[in-house]
Each structure stands twice: as structure tokens, then as C-alpha cells.
């Protein structure tokens, strides 16, 4: 897959970027993923970060003043790094999260955001 293969090797280009990955959080499914995960294991990340988003989808405590709108992406921060979750919209079931563990030295966390938004706008263009 084109589209995605360029959308993670674009993530890795992002200044910090430790690794990345698409994942079905519905499934908790890595599609695709590059460069280190968490404790080595892309497809438990995969899964924390499914968990992640579902729980944050499901809680009444997210819901914005704003009718219908949606969850956009999320932050975690660690003392050594960010973990950036970045809902890919579609026009169809909107299933995909792209995300990127991001060094918290060498990183900008405004930088890799407005970055990641362009990524997860191109990959529903490809």
C-alpha cells in the first residue's frame, strides 16, 4: 500500500520520531508500523493505542460544547517522550489512527502535530 508505506516513512522524517505506525483501532490491528515501538513490540502498541482511543471515544467526559464534533488526536507524554495519536478521518468508518512515538528531546510536539494533520489528510487523499 503506496499511500501508507509514504505516510509512515513521512512520520519517520519527523524531527524525534522513534517510530510509527497505522493502526484499526477497532481491531486494535497494526496495518503498518516502522522504526522501535514501546518495549519492542508493535503489535502491544498497537493494541495500547486502540484502547487509548476507544476509551477517549467513549467517555462523556471528551464530549466537546460543539454539536458533532470529533476526536481529533491525543497526547501522552512520558519524561523521555510524547506518544501522538492522530484520528484519520474519512468519509466512510473513520477506523485508522496514525501514530508517532516521538523523542521529547530531539522533538517539537507543535511541529509533529501540524505534521501528522498533513499525513493523516494525504493519506485519505492517496
Same mark, same amino acid.
Given at each position: 500500500m503506496p499511500g501508507v508505506e509514504n505516510c =509512515?516513512? %513521512?512520520?519517520?522524517? *519527523?524531527?524525534?520520531?522513534?517510530?510509527?505506525?497505522?493502526?484499526?483501532y477497532t481491531?486494535?490491528?497494526?496495518?503498518?508500523a516502522t522504526g522501535a515501538a514501546p518495549n519492542s513490540d508493535h503489535d502491544a502498541a498497537a493494541a495500547g493505542t486502540a484502547d487509548v482511543v476507544q476509551a477517549a471515544q467513549s467517555r462523556s467526559l471528551f464530549v466537546s460544547a460543539i454539536p458533532h464534533? =470529533?476526536? %481529533?488526536?491525543?497526547? *501522552?507524554?512520558?519524561a523521555g517522550g510524547y506518544h501522538l495519536l492522530r484520528?484519520?478521518?474519512?468519509?466512510?468508518?473513520?477506523?485508522?489512527?496514525?501514530?508517532?512515538?516521538?523523542?521529547?528531546?530531539?522533538?517539537?510536539?507543535?511541529?509533529?502535530?501540524?505534521r501528522m494533520q498533513a499525513l493523516a489528510e494525504d493519506l485519505v487523499a492517496t
Open positions: =509512515l516513512q %513521512e512520520a519517520m522524517a *519527523i524531527p524525534g520520531a522513534i517510530g510509527a505506525s497505522i493502526v484499526d481491531t486494535g490491528f497494526p496495518v503498518a464534533d =470529533l476526536l %481529533e488526536d491525543l497526547i *501522552i507524554t512520558t484520528l484519520v478521518q474519512t468519509d466512510f468508518d473513520s477506523r485508522l489512527v496514525l501514530y508517532v512515538w516521538l523523542d521529547r528531546v530531539r522533538g517539537n510536539l507543535a511541529v509533529a502535530r501540524r
